[in-house]
T-cell receptor, first 114, second 118 residues
Framework: AQSVTQPDIHITVSEGASLELRCNYS??????LFWYVQSPGQGLQLLLK??????LVQGIKGFEAEFKRSQSSFNLRKPSVHWSDAAEYFC????????????FGTGTRLTIIP | GAGVSQSPRYKVAKRGQDVALRCDPI?????LFWYQQALGQGPEFLTYFQNEAQLDKSGLPSDRFFAERPEGSVSTLKIQRTQQEDSAVYLCASSPLGSGGRNYNEQFFGPGTRLTVL
C-alpha cells in the first residue's frame, strides 16, 4: 500500500528565508506525486505535480520540488518565503495506473515570522 | 469558471442524527472523490465515482456512510446515526477523465464541509 511521511509537523521560518519541506513516500513503482497547500477555511490548492520526466518540477507561487527516486523523496522548496506562504502543506501520492485516489501525508504547518 | 462547491459549509448535528453533504463538481468532470480530514490530519480517501458508477468505496469507515452520484454530476455523502468520531471536514474533489488508463490530471478540491457532532 502506498503511504506518505511528512516528518516535520511544524516549521517556523523568517520572511525572506529559504524553505524546504520534507516528504517521503512508499510505493512499489514510480508514483505520481503532488504538493497541495491549505489555508485556514480553504480547500486544497495544487502547488505542483510530478508524473514523469524532469525530476525538478516548478510550481506556482515560486515553489519547486525535486523527485529523488533513490531516497523516495519529493521535497518542496522555495528560495525566499513571503508572509502569505503561512499555511498547511500536504504531500500526496497516487498510483500511476488505475486507482486515482490520493494518499496524503499528515501535513506540515508553516509559520512565517517577520 | 466555477470551481467545486460544497454545501453546507458548516453542519452541527446531535449524536444519532442523519446528515447529508452535497458536492457540485466542476462541470464536465467525470471523476469525483470524497475525503475526510480529521483535525490536525491529512485528508483520507473515502470513495470515488466515475460518472454515476462508484468504483471504489474502500475508505468508507462504516456502513453508516453512504455516497451517491445518481446522474453523474452532483454527489451526496450521507452519514447515518452520526457519532462524535465523525466530526471532521469532508472534502470533495473532481477531475477530468484521463485517457488510455492513465490520468495526468489533477484533482480540484472544494472548500469542504465542517461537520461537528455533539
Amino acid at each position: 500500500a502506498q503511504s506518505v511521511t511528512q516528518p516535520d509537523i511544524h516549521i517556523t521560518v523568517s520572511e525572506g528565508a529559504s524553505l524546504e519541506l520534507r516528504c517521503n513516500y512508499s510505493y512499489g513503482a514510480t508514483p505520481y506525486l503532488f504538493w497541495y497547500v491549505q489555508s485556514p477555511g480553504q480547500g486544497l490548492q495544487l502547488l505542483l505535480k510530478y508524473f514523469s520526466g524532469d525530476t525538478l518540477v516548478q510550481g506556482i507561487k515560486g515553489f519547486e520540488a525535486e523527485f529523488k527516486r533513490s531516497q523516495s523523496s519529493f521535497n518542496l522548496r522555495k528560495p525566499s518565503v513571503h508572509w502569505s506562504d503561512a499555511a498547511e502543506y500536504f504531500c500526496a501520492v497516487r498510483s500511476n495506473f488505475g486507482n486515482e485516489k490520493l494518499t496524503f501525508g499528515t501535513g506540515t504547518r508553516l509559520t512565517i515570522i517577520p | 469558471g466555477a470551481g467545486v462547491s460544497q454545501s453546507p459549509r458548516y453542519k452541527v448535528a446531535k449524536r444519532g442524527q442523519d446528515v447529508a453533504l452535497r458536492c457540485d463538481p466542476i462541470s464536465g468532470h467525470v471523476s469525483l472523490f470524497w475525503y475526510q480530514q480529521a483535525l490536525g490530519q491529512g485528508p483520507e480517501f473515502l470513495t470515488y465515482f466515475q460518472n454515476e458508477a462508484q468504483l471504489d468505496k474502500s475508505g468508507l469507515p462504516s456502513d453508516r456512510f453512504f455516497a451517491e452520484r445518481p446522474e453523474g454530476s452532483v454527489s451526496t455523502l450521507k452519514i447515518q446515526r452520526t457519532q462524535q468520531e465523525d466530526s471532521a471536514v469532508y472534502l470533495c474533489a473532481s477531475s477530468p477523465l484521463g485517457s488510455g488508463g492513465r490520468n495526468y490530471n489533477e484533482q480540484f478540491f472544494g472548500p469542504g464541509t465542517r461537520l461537528t457532532v455533539l
